[in-house]
């Protein structure tokens, strides 16, 4: 299948996705965890994400969904045979309820230690959104989150062997970040190590009243966003709404189908920001009355 009709098919399934988002359909529904490639587990619900990557030395958690999934995420970090208390690090994508709703909780559970952008640490220490998001005004109020560390620009996120980079993808929140990482497992007596993408959101989604073409640093924020998961290597991608890249017909397609690299997509990436651009186009026309 050529690029084009994967974009089209992504572009239908972003515009269902968004009306779900709306919905919060599936946000505390349970999902078995699974292994995405060697050492990077899913553990988050079936409509929010959480990303567990796993280390002798210990273990690093992307995302905590909302406050109420804190105890699932828990329960399907010990289903897949590891212990809680042996994240050593949380990590965020983004300040939202429903993706760090749930590291308050998960916080306490393992004693982890939880790093953010400066944007984000500042939400999730004081539980309130900034009013740079454009979602400012409509969002739930955050648990607070303890001793939050603030990422420097550049910086890798270590434990143990494990090497996080964060690359910061503001637009939908001013503190946006996707995180990448190599995992690697044993396939047929050699070792095969794959590009791992969490994508932060990067869609344009406001509170009432709010207009993006009024707002030209937010834009400005967008574009430079769309350039960063573009260029990144990218095997394979997930994003904080699983259902935004199709995540569950390619799990799916591995489990039921037999189809054992059905995960990996190295267009992902770039289709992701291309469908995401393409809200951004329709926004702004909406906006402007087109």
Not at 107 to 129: D, F, I, R
Not at 162 to 185: Q, V
Not at 221 to 228: I, K, P, W
Request: one cysteine or more; charged letters at 25%; glycine letters at 6%.
């Amino acid at each position: 299948m050529s690029i084009k009709p994967r974009l089209v098919a992504l572009l239908s399934t972003l515009a269902l996705a968004t009306q779900a988002l709306a919905a919060e359909s599936d946000w505390n529904t349970p999902q078995t965890p699974f292994e995405l490639f060697g050492n990077s587990y899913y553990v988050g619900t079936h409509g929010l994400s959480s990303i567990l990557i796993t280390s002798p030395q210990g273990h690093i958690l992307i995302d905590g969904t909302i406050p109420e999934a804190a105890p699932g995420i828990a329960a399907n970090v010990r289903a897949l045979g590891f212990r809680v208390e042996d994240i050593k690090v949380i990590l965020n994508s983004h300040d939202h309820y429903d993706h760090a709703g749930g590291i308050a909780e998960l916080q306490k559970l393992s004693g982890a230690k939880v790093w953010a952008s400066a944007p984000s640490a500042k939400t999730l220490e004081n539980g309130k959104s900034s009013p740079e998001d454009p979602q400012f005004g409509s969002l739930p109020s955050l648990p607070k989150v303890a001793n939050v560390a603030v990422l420097k620009e550049g910086a890798v996120v270590k434990v143990g062997a494990l090497e996080l980079t964060p690359h910061s993808t503001p637009g939908h929140t001013a503190g946006g970040t996707t995180w990448t990482w190599k995992s690697c497992r044993k396939d047929d007596n050699s070792e095969r190590c794959l590009d791992m993408v969490y994508a932060d959101s990067i869609s344009a989604v406001s509170a009432p009243g709010f207009r993006f073409s009024a707002h030209p640093e937010v834009l400005k924020r967008f574009e430079r966003s769309f350039a960063v998961i573009r260029s990144l290597p990218c095997d394979v991608l997930v994003s904080t709404h699983p259902e935004i890249t199709a995540l569950w017909e390619r799990l799916e397609k591995r489990e039921s189908q037999g189809e054992r690299d059905a995960l990996i997509d190295r267009t992902a990436c770039e289709m992701y920001v291309e469908a995401s651009r393409e809200r951004l186009r329709k926004r702004l026309a909406e906006e402007s009355g087109n």
